[in-house]
């Protein structure tokens, strides 16, 4: 039976993406020799990494001010590595999230930490609005989409300071003004790539101002390097997730890059949302100006709680995978990254009406 795969992270990717893996595992670049197999000094290494940075450049129109870095760690360890290179004496974080959450208490290792709203009164089903950005603080970090709860800041916002963003979750699923952030960073185990790489967009100016002393590793200008650059290169880089992050923006621009990629996942998120505001089953979570576009959360609706573990049963049957909701949320979430294909979210939408159907 066909599934569908609605998994938070990682996730579904691009059919020619695991093609071209499993190929390149065979054999790269017509070297005879498999991708986990090459040294990543082989010439054909190098240019696919300068590749995949010219792809980053051109789907999200990276100027030539900001590096673009494919580190170890994951999200988590940015968490840490963004306060290390930019925090001076304060940083101010917009607390929509445990992983917003996390990231403020990385900080806190390296001087005073503001938070300057928070939705976990409400268990983080809003964005918080009308909170005042301060104006001594270093840097303002903002998780544009908050994969657990669903929710979703859809605007690159004004901030009167650096702009730091964790957009492990809706990186390259619509347009974005770099140019208002100082740093991106995320993990690329959703719209991206496999997990095993971290994408870090940084201006460069910003860097080398904190006066801290930094371990080599954590400091994001050995990773950029002097002329010639080490282009993520200073230590070995995560060879195979990076390649694969390669052809899954490939994929990306041969359909029309991040603006199709939009269209894609405004279409997907409206037909989902419209049957769950429809169905007298089910109610979302999210209040509905911030739903996210790529983490669709639901549950039963009030009076049909006792039906939650009969439906995931039933979706499971239909071959439905990956739709249970975070233990903090309950439910269902169902992730629709830019890989998750229309066709998917129509098999789940019948799957909800049916099951209505039955409990009628
Ligand atoms: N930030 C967000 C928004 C996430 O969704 C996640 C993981 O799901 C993380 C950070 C943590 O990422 P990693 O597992 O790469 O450390």
Known sequence: MKKHN?????CVLPKQAIESAIEAIRDFDNTGIGILEISHRTPGWERVMAETEQLWRDLLNIPDDYAVLFLGGGASTQFFEVPANLMKKKAAYLQTGVWAKKAAKEAKFYGEVEIV???EDKNYTYIPKGYKIPTDADYFHITT?????GTEIHEDIDSPVTLVADMSSDIMSRPVDVKKYGLIYGGAQKNVGPAGVTFVIVRKDLLGQTGRNLQTMVDYRTHIGDEPRNNSMFNTPPVFPIFVMHETLKWVKELGGVEEMY????????LLYNEIDRNSLFV????????SLMNVCFVMAPGHEAL????????KEKGMVGIKGHRSVGGFRASIYNAC???SVGALVACMQEFEKMHK
């Open 263 to 270: 269209k894609r996942n405004k279409k997907k998120a409206e």
């Open 284 to 291: 979302g979570t999210a209040v509905k100006e911030d739903r």
């Open 6 to 10: 609605f998994n938070a992270g990682p």
């Open 117 to 119: 709203a928070s939705s």
């Open 308 to 315: 939650e573990g009969e439906f995931m049963a039933f979706a």
């Open 145 to 149: 989409n908050n994969t657990i709860y």
């Open 341 to 343: 294909p229309l066709e």
